[in-house]
């Protein structure tokens, strides 16, 4: 079974930056759509971004322009490149892979955004 492995959260300023890390256990070609998902305390979980096997990719518009999500497939992961980051953002992110009608996720990493 493929197992999705996060990393890169942590404590950041407001205005900083962060890149998270989804690892496969296996090949991510595997997967037809893959993306980041958050979930701030006492709200529900949200699309962050997603990016397809073929490379294409779709934001919140709440982070349009300062998120970027790309995936190097030489070493099965997918990264979430964040920027000019709010206090807003703060929530466990939580890696997702879609393979037929399953779905896939980690355990999450929690990013942290100070005022």
């Known amino acids: 079974q493929v197992q999705l492995v996060e990393s890169g959260g942590g404590l950041v300023q407001a205005g900083g930056s962060l890149t998270l890390s989804c690892a496969a256990s296996?090949?991510?070609?595997?997967?037809?759509?893959m993306g980041w998902y958050r979930q701030a305390p006492g709200k529900q979980r949200e699309l962050v971004a997603v990016i397809t096997r073929g490379g294409s990719t779709n934001y919140a518009d709440s982070v349009k322009g300062r998120f970027t999500i790309s995936r190097d497939n030489a070493k099965s992961t997918v990264y979430l490149q964040m920027t000019s980051l709010k206090p807003e953002d703060t929530a466990v992110y939580s890696c997702n892979g879609k393979a037929a009608s399953l779905d896939y996720w980690g355990k999450g990493t929690l990013v942290t955004v100070s005022s």
């Open positions: 296996g090949s991510i070609f595997y997967f037809n759509v």
